[in-house]
């Protein structure tokens, strides 16, 4: 047992350095821009000392390694400074201005919800589809269920989206077509506004999670242990459910994290489409606006998001197969 | 709630059905093997498919306008969509019985083992590269020219706002949809090929330098290739847009090259981790040794000895690369970030024409524009899918 806590702490902190150096990209990436954010908050009425002004105020006078270590610092304490687009609005810096982290949080939150919703019914549905596809394996059932998956894998987000839109919210008036949720809504009306949304993306995700369900039930299939079972007489849903099923768990547990990695930073289309206020909402307008602070704290988010899911599924593959724990 | 027990009910008649239906069918045949040994899984599913198959036809016959005047557009949509489907069956068999017939002893063999969905694959893709090809010839009007109205409807049908001049209508500055369209194969298919050739001629030259060389080199690159692949590929390239947008201001060069660049970059990774796999097989080879020992160059032994032996599971990659590619670019496009105005481009025509989706129940026609602009990319990337998958299964040997 004591291996398996140091095969996890050793990817703990491999995760830890990437995230390290990922915040390093990010910054330095966003400060290769020309000129300044100052001057990208004046625009056009920019003139020097009201440049010089903001710059001191930023702190962007600073080197750029101070500024680094300063806004990781605010990362970690969960002080991401001062959106630029609150900053034309309010004084800046002072009572009336919103801060990034303000910003963030609800929506986060939102997209949180959004992604419980999806996996609450992506994962179950994709796992009895990828059994019965292996049961029922190259029959039209099966068949169908590859053409169908493969075709939902390959289209863009948006044109599942609008698919969706015109038979469940147009022709057939089921579920409102724009998640405008805000807070202190009843769950049930929350629900049913983030409906659609949550079944593009399940459409989405469920495709990859069942076709691998499905490979890695039939790749064992051929084993002497399930022949075993077939001859003791089981029925073939036993064989699959009880025989094959556990040991195809290492796979399959691992899509699934793969994938609702994908569902925290893959929903930004969805939510552009639903106009749902979540975080990928936010990133896409921050990003036409320029809004700097506010784009370089969600590239962030996101990224931890993903590294923290690939952790997971890495952590739980180990931990369900034996033979990675006790590496030759 | 009526909704649910109308379903409980249904689904109890299908049970119903199919426990009839196996005991009908074992009494019927004397106990044949095939209805003895029939799970209930399996006649719930004959039932099922049955039964969806019964509907479909009678709601294919439904007449397409109601009593009160108003088309029913679930049905209009509904024909489309079995139509459309018969006729790239149809389509993609006379394709494949036509490749059986014509054509060197090679292909003719290639296509007599191909699937129907490969074929229509394969199909679909020469049609849009001569689309794409020959654009300008195709088109009637250019992809920037402002006609005389706008917002026209697709139809043709003067009744309901349409133009026969513009068979897909026009949009919401007045410009011939059906161009756009055509022009967006130039443009979005172009574009996607062109990045994903960047990405594999940076990807692939670095992984199988970094295969060759390995020692630090190899450590560098690989390590670098990690942290850019730990943020993920949309969110990172967006990041770099916002960067390159005030670039591309300050510098004055289009927008769109940077967007190339980036994504190229971006997807770039994902080849060097194929290209450095593969080519570490391939250097330990022998005729690599004898290669090294001839004294030939890094520049020879890359390209000359690596790349022609590494072909077979680039080209697989290229497909499914380039699917991605084209995805990530429409996506960009969609949100506003991607290929900029005047230039016609399917993502950016789906962002502009969705609304016009709101009024598929009153008028059919109107949902066609933003539905074919996005159908158009996912039929490309379904084929490319398609063809991708056959070939994989082919060269696997994969039975099960």
Redesign the interface.
Known sequence: MSSLLRIILQRLGLGLV??F??SI??FV??N????DFAE?ILGQGATPESVAKIREDLGLDQPLIVRYFEWLMGMLTFDLGTSFAQLNFANFGGAGSVTVAEQIAPRLSNTMFLATVTACIAVPLAVTLGI?AA????T??DKAAN?FT??S???????MA??L???LA???PIFP?LSNIFDGMPFSERLEKSMLPALTLTLVVTAHMMRMTRAAI?NL??SPYIEMARLKGL???RVIVKHALPNALAPIINVIALNL?YLI??V??VE??FVYPGIGQL??DS??I?D?PV?QA??LI??AA??LL?LTADILSIVSNPRLRHPK | MSGLMIFAALLVALFVGAYVFRFAGQTATGNAPRFRDMTFGVAFGYVLAAALFIWAIYYYFQPKVLDTGVPNAGVVFFRWAVQGFIIAAIAAFLFRLLGRMVGTEGTKKLFRSMPLTAAFGILVIIIYAVVAVFAGAIAPYGQAEILGAANVMAGGDPAIGGNPDYPLGTDQIGRDILSRLIYGAQNTVGIAFITTCLAFFIGGSLGFLAATLQGWLDQLLSRGVDVLMAIPSLIFALLLMTIASVWANELGVPLTIFMVLIIAVIDSTRVYRLARAVGLNIVVMDYIEAAKLRGEGLGYLVFKEILPNAMAPLLAEFGLRFCFVFLTIAALSFLGVGIQPPLADWGTMVRDLAPFINFAAFAPTAAVAPLLAAGAIALLTVAVNFVVDWMLHKSSGLKE
């Open positions: 990437t995230l150096v990922v990209v990010i990436a966003v290769l821009l020309p000129g990208a019965l049961l029922y394996r190259n039209a059932f053409m493969l075709s894998i390959s289209s863009p987000e948006f044109f609008y698919i839109i015109l038979f147009v022709l057939n077509s039939i299939l051929a029925s073939p849903m990695a930073t893959g930004v289309v552009v489409v990133f896409v990003v036409k320029r700097i784009v969600c590239c996101f990224a993903y590294i690939n």
